[in-house]
Each structure stands twice: as C-alpha cells, then as structure tokens.
C-alpha cells in the first residue's frame, strides 16, 4: 500500500524544526530512519498531513563520552552505536544488543533515538537503556527537559513525548567499578523482534558481592519491564544456585506477557525464566573476570 498525501518539510536546523513543530502539532509527524513509521503510514495505521524530516540536523548525529557518561545524539544510526569502539569500551551492553536489530540495511538507516520514541517494547534499544539507565533530553520552543529512562516509557509505542517536542540527545552513566553485562533474545529467525528478551548489567565488589544490577525484560509486558525486586535481592550478595532459582519465582510474578500469532503467553514467561538467569549469571561472570577497577 501506499501512504496517504502529506507535505514534506526538512529543517536544517534543530530551531527550524522546533517552530515546525510548535506550528504543526498533532498533525505532524517527525520522520528520522523511517524503518518503522514508513511501513505504518504506507499500511494507514499513521496518517499524518505533515512529515518533517530530521535527516539533516547533523548537530543530532553523535556519540560523545565526557569521562563519566556516554552522550548519544538521537539521529545517531544503529550502525554506528554497532561500530563505535568507544560504545563498546564503555557501554558494552548497547554494542551486544544491537546487532539484533533487524538487518544491517535497516540499522544503516534506523535512528538511536527513532527506536526509543518508537517504543516496541520487545525492542533491544529501549531494553538495553532501562538496564544502563540514563536521561532522555526533549526539546521544544520553550526548554529542553530532562527525563529518567524508568519514566520514559507510557505503554506499548507511546512515550513521555509531545507532539511539539524532540528527542534531541540520550545521557547514559558508564558503568564504574568491575562491571559485567549480558544481553540475550529468542526469536523465530534472525532479524525478527524478540519473542522475548532480556538484559543485565551488573557489578560486583572486590568481595565479588553484586553492588549494582539492573535486569529487564522485553516481550513480556506493554513496557521494557525492570525487575526491580530481583536488584532488592541480589544487591549484597554472591549469586548463587539458590539465588537464581529466587529470580526466575520474581521474574515469573513481575512478567505480563501476551499470546499472539508467534508464541503463547505460557512460552514468552517460560522464556522469561530462562534468560533472566542466563542473562545475570554471565554478567556476573563477566564482572567478576573484570580485575581492573574502571572509575
Ligand atoms: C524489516 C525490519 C525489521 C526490524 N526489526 C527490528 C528489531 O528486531 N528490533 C527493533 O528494535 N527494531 C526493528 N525494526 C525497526 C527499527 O529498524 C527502527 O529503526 C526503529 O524502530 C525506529 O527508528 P527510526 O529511526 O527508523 O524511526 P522512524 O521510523 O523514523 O520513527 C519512529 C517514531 O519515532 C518518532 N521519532 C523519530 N525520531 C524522533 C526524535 N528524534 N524525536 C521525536 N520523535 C522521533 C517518529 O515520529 C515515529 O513516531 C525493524 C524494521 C524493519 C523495517
């Protein structure tokens, strides 16, 4: 199908874009790799009368690390979160988690921050900044605020973001300390979102006791779902058989999954299980092979 008649707008700066916005509203849509509105507007589940084009706001398209956090610009494409070396120095996590995403032909195009205000909620890039933390920035005419990830994500494709605002810029701390991570997803072929996936990062004292960790799950509710009576129960301690065993009962009562077309509700919680203990025990395992203390 083809979509229905808009006008075309592209901006060239992010302050053109921004009065577009203010002017436009709720009729207009922004459009950054169009990997996913592109195929909702040419089905009509989208129609908007107006897309303003974002791919010529190079001031969006970076990745900065300022010595404690990483600073990821919106139209940053999933490629080069993929190819960064200092993403993978830095937020290994992310550089696991998205060669997952679809093809490379759609993370040439598709956009750091188009999958975040895109919200699927079994898509890597939002599972993986819930586990890291971090805030979004949000433009509009008016200011630029601040939002944590836990409070960014409403329901199923729907954020804290207005119709006059933009996804400027993503803030993510760096994991300090020895610090391990792990990302892990089941789904039917290679390329297709996740039935169900999960993420962890994790880190552990010179004890070995795990001193941070922050486990999600996508696939299993409307939102990348953070566990955080499993963080409660792990904080300050070795992981162990038992403990995990304790996970997967905590990960089997926090989980809402759905059965649809590709799997039953009874196989994405069988799932859940499974990669949560997966997930912690290798970012353990990782954090515990880490012997120099990053800071
Ligand atoms: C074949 C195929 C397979 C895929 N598989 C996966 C997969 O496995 N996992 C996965 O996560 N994704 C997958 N995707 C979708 C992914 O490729 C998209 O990149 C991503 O979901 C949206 O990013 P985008 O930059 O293309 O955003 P767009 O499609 O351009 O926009 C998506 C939404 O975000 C809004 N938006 C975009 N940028 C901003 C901004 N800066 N500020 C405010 N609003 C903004 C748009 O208005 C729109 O509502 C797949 C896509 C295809 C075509």
Do not use: W
Not at 45 to 63: A, C, G, M, V
Not at 84 to 107: C, F, K, M, N
Not at 260 to 274: F, G, I, V
């Amino acid at each position: 199908m083809k979509p229905a008649k808009f006008d075309y707008y592209c901006p060239k700066t992010v302050d053109e874009a921004l009065s577009l916005l203010e002017e436009i509203g709720f009729d207009g849509k922004i459009i950054a790799g169009g990997q996913s509105l592109v195929p909702i507007m040419n089905m009509r589940l989208s129609t908007p009368e107006y897309l303003i084009d974002i791919n010529h706001l190079k001031d969006l398209q970076f990745i900065e690390f300022d010595g404690s956090k990483m600073k990821i610009g919106a139209l940053t494409r999933q490629t080069e979160i993929e190819m960064s070396d200092a993403v993978r120095q830095h937020l290994g996590l992310l550089s696991e988690a998205v060669p997952y995403i679809g093809h490379v032909q759609t993370r040439n195009r598709g956009t750091f921050g188009g999958s975040l205000v895109h919200a699927d909620p079994s898509a890597e890039i939002p599972l993986s900044l819930m586990a890291l933390g971090g805030t979004l920035h949000i433009a509009s005419k008016e200011e630029v605020r601040e939002v944590n990830v836990e409070d960014f994500f409403v329901t199923y494709l729907t954020t804290d973001i207005m119709p006059n605002e933009l996804l400027v810029e993503i803030h993510i701390p760096v994991p300090e300390g020895r610090a391990g991570y792990s990302f892990h997803e089941i789904s039917r072929r290679h390329g297709d979102f996740a039935l169900v996936a999960a993420a962890c990062q994790l880190s552990v004292d010179s004890q070995d006791r795990i001193s941070k960790v922050r486990l999600v799950l996508g696939g299993v509710d409307a939102v990348p779902l953070l566990i955080t009576e499993a963080s409660e129960l792990m904080e300050g301690e070795y992981l162990s058989a038992p403990l995990l065993n304790k996970i997967a009962d905590i990960v089997d009562e926090a989980v809402n999954p759905e059965s649809d077309l590709h799997a039953t509700a009874d196989y994405r919680r069988h799932l859940a299980k499974k990669l949560a203990v997966r997930t912690v025990k290798t970012a353990y395992e990782r954090a515990r092979s880490e012997n120099n203390e990053r800071s």
